[in-house]
């Protein structure tokens, strides 16, 4: 007569309690030292966040323990539910998804994207499954390199709410399909991450980029460049008169002939390059009304004109042709 196990019967007793515990009959059969000791870990996570192990999630261990790497794979998954500020409801999001986010990601951008998934944190309950499906979906048509750069800069911005992890990812979109990655940099430089998570004017300037960046993009290449320039110029300075920036943009996008919007965001972006700051105010309350009064034509010589005086003479000098502040000016 064989006798039985005693620590595997222990393990089917437990089993009937939290059935997280049948994930070992899986991983004991792979063989693999590194897995069996992330399965472990999986299993403490489970039981601490007070998750539930089903069918559906036997179904995702099965897939990753036939594909490459599954510890690395058991890793990420355990990671991205255990987290900095990670609740049931984000980790439960986690234990859930997986499986489809896996087979969305291309196999030779499945380690940024295991990469990438712990950096969400918190913000899983907000984004659901649907949300990172929607991050995978729109990084399908990217080269390799683009995924990755993609990703870093959408985890970056992690951890801290749904609506600025979309919105990261928008821009990142658009900025690597214009092949302006370096974009992506000067960005994170003028509203780092850290910032975005704990101040609240950054936070929703951030939030509000993803809008701007769709919104811009629609016009073409050149008015997304520009839009998204003029964001990091005054965000260097100042993220609420950027915001205020952003959304005045978003007015005239949303309002104006396409001739106009255009020379707006154009023209706006050349202000503040060539005379400063200092005229995100006009650019934002008077520069729109100039289009309705005058006409696009002239009003895009008073900036022409404007800029370089700012450029020649400096950017007080530029502000003063700006406001009419001569007769050569009003002229």
Known sequence: MTSKDPLETHRAELARK??????????????????????????????????????????????????????????????????????????????????????????????????????????????????????????????????????????????TTAAVVRSADRVSHAALLHDRGSMLERLQTALPPGKVRIERDANQLMARLGELSDAADRLGAPTWNAAIELIIRVAENDESSADHAARSMLRVLAARPRDVAEAYVADYNALVQSIGVRCVGFGARRLPKLYQDRGVDPTRKLVRLSCAAGERYGPTAGESFLEGGTSAARG
């Open 18 to 159: 939290h059935p997280a515990y049948d994930l070992f009959l899986a991983t004991e059969k792979n063989g693999d030292d590194d897995v069996r000791r992330e399965a472990v870990q999986l299993v403490e996570t489970i039981i601490e966040k007070e998750l539930s192990w089903t069918t559906a999630q036997e179904s995702t261990l099965a897939a990753i323990l036939a594909s490459p790497r599954p510890a690395a794979t058991l890793t990420a998954w355990r990671k991205a539910m255990s987290g900095p500020g990670t609740s049931h409801k984000d980790a439960s999001v986690v234990l859930n998804g997986l499986g489809s986010w896996l087979e969305l990601a291309r196999e030779e951008a499945r380690q940024p994207f295991l990469d990438f998934l712990p950096h969400l944190g918190c913000c899983f309950a907000g984004l659901g499954t649907g949300g990172v499906q929607k991050i995978l979906e729109s990084a399908r048509e990217m080269k390799t390199d683009a995924i990755s750069q993609k990703l870093r800069f959408v985890g970056a911005y992690g951890n």
